[in-house]
């Protein structure tokens, strides 16, 4: 989050590798959309990107991508289900490289 610019920036990383298990991703992506559901969402309040991993990481949507909570809680809960080895690294790599934009 970026202190006094007038709004946060909240990036989620989402684990979808093999370690969770696949009946438990939508218990994990509702708790992560009650999360966001809670946020003020907006260009000048919190914007939200969300990364998801496995064996490599993947952008689901940038901060600039939606300005909807409905569209962000939306895709949160369509985020697929990868199976495979947990990369973490490139997990936090990519959401670092969208904190700094």
């Known amino acids: 989050m970026s202190a006094g610019?007038?709004?946060n920036d909240l990036v989620i990383g989402i684990d979808v590798s093999g370690s969770?298990?696949?009946l438990r991703l939508p218990i994990a992506l509702q708790f992560i959309a009650d999360i966001v559901d809670d946020l003020e969402i907006g260009a000048t309040k919190t914007r939200v990107a969300v990364v998801y991993y496995s064996d490599n990481a993947h952008l689901l949507f940038?901060?600039?991508?939606?300005?909807s909570k409905e569209d962000i809680i939306y895709w949160i809960l369509?985020?697929?289900y990868l199976g495979g080895r947990t990369n973490s690294a490139a997990a936090l790599r990519l959401m670092v490289i969208?904190?700094?934009e």
């Open 78 to 80: 369509r985020t697929p």
């Open 5 to 7: 610019s007038g709004h």
């Open 62 to 67: 940038d901060f600039a991508r939606f300005s």
């Open 98 to 100: 969208l904190g700094l």
């Open 20 to 22: 969770v298990q696949r």
